[in-house]
Nanobody
Framework: QVQLVESGGGSVQVGGSLTLSCAYSGYIASWCSMGWFRQAPGKDRERVAVIVGDGATDYTESVKGRFTISKGNAKNTLLLQMNSLRPEDTAMYYC???????????WGQGTQVTVSS
């Protein structure tokens, strides 16, 4: 059974940094895409960053140059380094694994990020 557990969220001031971590267990194929999503109150879920099996990455326009998705040095860990945080980055952040035709197969429970001015 695959499980994803996010950590690292919190409250930070504008311009600050946070690193989100997603620890996953169970079998996830090496070619599976993994990603970070976020959802702010009253808004649709938004894809933030994706990393595919060969290491290629893709980011939503608003976070390019500020966020970095990577596989952690620790086994079975996905990271999201977030710099120059803005109030509009405030949201619940979710880790996801194994992209399907319409979504991702596995999801974590989320970790809250709050950016205040």
């Amino acid at each position: 059974q695959v499980q994803l557990v996010e950590s690292g969220g919190g409250s930070v001031q504008v311009g600050g940094s946070l690193t989100l971590s997603c620890a996953y267990s169970g079998y996830i194929a090496s070619w599976c895409s993994m990603g970070w999503f976020r959802q702010a109150p009253g808004k649709d879920r938004e894809r933030v960053a994706v990393i595919v099996g060969d290491g290629a990455t893709d980011y939503t326009e608003s976070v390019k140059g500020r966020f970095t998705i990577s596989k952690g040095n620790a086994k079975n860990t996905l990271l999201l380094q977030m710099n120059s945080l803005r109030p509009e980055d405030t949201a619940m952040y979710y880790c996801a694994a194994c992209r399907t035709r319409s979504s991702f197969q596995y999801w974590g429970q989320g970790t809250q990020v709050t950016v205040s001015s």
